[in-house]
Nanobody, 115 residues
């Protein structure tokens, strides 16, 4: 069983930055993909950024050039650096891992961007 724990959320003013972290209970180099999703009130969960085992990345158009996904295999951790935050980035952010045909999710961390 894989456990994912997010941290780093909080309240920030528009234009500010936050760095989210996701720590896994097992070696992340085994994961097929890892990614960040978010869900705003009244909206569906959406992909923010994803990172494959080979190192390729893809981003939602709304965050491209502002957010950067990365990972540290030695620390079993994945990160999301979020710059130039906007009020529309306000959501609960979830860490995801796809491993051996199963999807795993963290509990989520709240990001609130004030205008």
């Amino acid at each position: 069983q894989v456990q994912l724990v997010e941290s780093g959320g909080g309240l920030v003013q528009a234009g500010g930055s936050l760095r989210l972290s996701c720590t896994a209970s097992t070696m992340i180099f085994r994961f097929n993909t890892m990614g960040w999703y978010r869900q705003a009130p009244g909206k569906q969960r959406e992909l923010v950024a994803r990172l494959t085992r080979a190192g390729s990345t893809n981003y939602a158009a709304s965050v491209r050039d502002r957010f950067t996904i990365s990972k540290d295999n030695a620390k079993n951790a994945m990160y999301l650096q979020m710059n130039s935050l906007k009020p529309e980035d306000t959501a609960v952010y979830y860490c995801n891992a796809f491993y051996e045909q199963d999807d795993y999710w963290g509990q989520g961390t709240q990001v609130t961007v004030s205008s």
